[in-house]
Nanobody, 127 residues
């Protein structure tokens, strides 16, 4: 059974940094792509980063571009989200997501395109 497990969330002051990790277990097949999404109370889920396993191309929305960096360790089937210059508006539950389907349009960061999800890790940024 495929599982995605996030870690690394926590509380930080504005301007600080956090690094989230996502470990994939239950399969030896490499993902086609992976992504990070977030959801704040009362708001829709928003994609914040995507990475294609082959080649490592990455994509970000303008809201986090230049501050967030997604990376991967293919040998460990893991991905990471380095978040710098955090703002109070970055406060949300962050979710790791993955797709094993070739051709998934991961760069669009549409949550329904990702078939597997982690349980989420909370990030709180105080002003």
């Amino acid at each position: 059974q495929v599982q995605l497990v996030e870690s690394g969330g926590g509380s930080v002051q504005a301007g600080g940094s956090l690094r989230l990790s996502c470990a994939v277990s239950g399969t030896t097949y490499r993902t086609y792509c992976m992504g990070w999404f977030r959801q704040a109370p009362g708001k829709e889920r928003e994609g914040v980063a995507a990475i294609y396993t082959d080649g490592g191309s990455t994509y970000y929305p303008d809201s986090v571009k230049g501050r967030f960096t997604i990376s991967q360790n293919n040998a460990k089937n893991a991905q990471y989200l380095q978040m710098n210059s955090l703002k109070p508006e970055d406060t949300a539950m962050y979710y790791c997501a993955a797709s094993w389907v070739y051709g998934t349009n991961c760069r669009a960061l549409v949550d329904s395109d990702f078939g597997y999800w982690g349980q989420g890790t909370q990030v709180t940024v105080s002003s």
